[in-house]
């Protein structure tokens, strides 16, 4: 009788309390570092889609100005839309023409995840990248890109 007792006090197996509070602490530990690292990956994400987005404008409203003899008047984002399909896709960041004129042009791209605009500005010539922080957003700190 004594030696079943001791054969099934032995056999039982299992995690004791301890053990278990162990085991939630690290989980909880690991969370607690990883979520806020997470989230900014999807900020980058956010931001580096407009990027594109506002770049591929850039390179359409080029293809824009060759076929209208070199100019970039009457430039609408329907008009780059047609050109480009891509420029459709408005759910990561959404595309804007600001302004086009003959020798000039501005477009921006407002990144959906930070609110972040991504503005490309074209003058005789020479290109100006910008970034608009939205909201203290530390990805975008209002400097060229």
């Given at each position: 009788m004594?030696y079943?007792?001791?054969?099934?006090?032995?056999?039982?197996?299992?995690f004791?309390?301890?053990e278990?509070?162990?085991v939630?602490l690290i989980?909880g530990i690991?969370?607690?570092?990883?979520?806020?690292?997470?989230?900014s990956?999807?900020?980058?994400?956010?931001?580096?889609?407009?990027k594109?987005q506002?770049g591929?404008?850039e390179?359409?409203?080029?293809?824009y100005?060759?076929?209208?003899?070199?100019a970039?008047t009457?430039?609408?984002?329907?008009?780059l839309?047609?050109i480009e399909p891509?420029?459709?896709?408005?759910?990561?960041?959404?595309?804007s023409?600001?302004?086009a004129?003959?020798t000039?042009?501005?477009?921006?791209?407002?990144a959906?995840?930070?609110?972040d605009?991504?503005?490309?500005?074209?003058?005789?010539g020479?290109?100006?990248?910008?970034?608009?922080?939205?909201?203290?957003?530390?990805?975008c700190?209002?400097?060229?890109?």
């Amino acid at each position: 009788m004594l030696y079943r007792l001791r054969q099934s006090s032995t056999d039982e197996g299992g995690f004791t309390l301890i053990e278990l509070l162990v085991v939630i602490l690290i989980i909880g530990i690991l969370a607690a570092i990883a979520i806020p690292a997470f989230l900014s990956q999807t900020q980058k994400a956010s931001d580096s889609a407009a990027k594109t987005q506002v770049g591929t404008m850039e390179t359409v409203m080029e293809t824009y100005a060759n076929e209208h003899s070199g100019a970039f008047t009457g430039a609408t984002l329907g008009e780059l839309q047609a050109i480009e399909p891509t420029l459709k896709d408005t759910t990561t960041a959404t595309p804007s023409v600001v302004a086009a004129g003959a020798t000039t042009y501005e477009v921006e791209s407002v990144a959906k995840g930070t609110g972040d605009q991504y503005k490309i500005t074209y003058n005789n010539g020479t290109i100006t990248r910008t970034c608009e922080n939205a909201g203290g957003n530390t990805v975008c700190k209002g400097k060229t890109w």
